[in-house]
């Protein structure tokens, strides 16, 4: 019997659990975090990454052509980086005869805006 009455005071000792104590919650539906998290994972590879900064930093839409060798990666490795980036929504694509061109989304030239409005000078 004295066992059970020393773990009913050290029960008690640590208080009362309740839901209230750690209940946390966030605005986004499960949809909005899921559309995040595919944004993010298209950022979180070199190639898709560098080939974003790239198109973005074009003046005009940008040639597959183009970033094959910017990117030094093969046509394969590039067109499976512009399909997840068009999948995630940072990019836009045209086609005229048999090349593809792509475009920024002006969502991911915000994201980028970000990244770069958060780098501190000695990041570089």
């Not at 008690?12 to 994972?41: F, I, N, Y």
């Not at 839409?61 to 980036?85: I, N, R, T, W």
Request: some cysteine.
């Amino acid at each position: 019997m004295e066992g059970r009455e020393t773990d009913t005071k050290s029960t008690e000792a640590k208080g009362p659990q309740t839901a209230d104590c750690c209940s946390v919650e966030h605005s986004l539906t499960d949809r909005a975090v899921a559309a995040d998290v595919q944004t993010l994972a298209a950022l979180g590879n070199d190639t898709r990454y560098e080939a974003l900064r790239l198109i973005a930093a074009g003046d005009d839409a940008v040639c597959v052509c183009e970033l094959e060798p910017a990117l030094g990666v093969s046509q394969g490795a590039v067109s499976q980086a512009l399909s997840k980036l068009f999948s995630a929504g940072l990019v836009e694509r045209r086609k005229e005869g048999r090349w593809r061109y792509y475009t920024a989304t002006p969502r991911a030239e915000r994201l980028l805006r970000v990244l770069d409005d958060t780098r501190s000078p000695d990041d570089d």
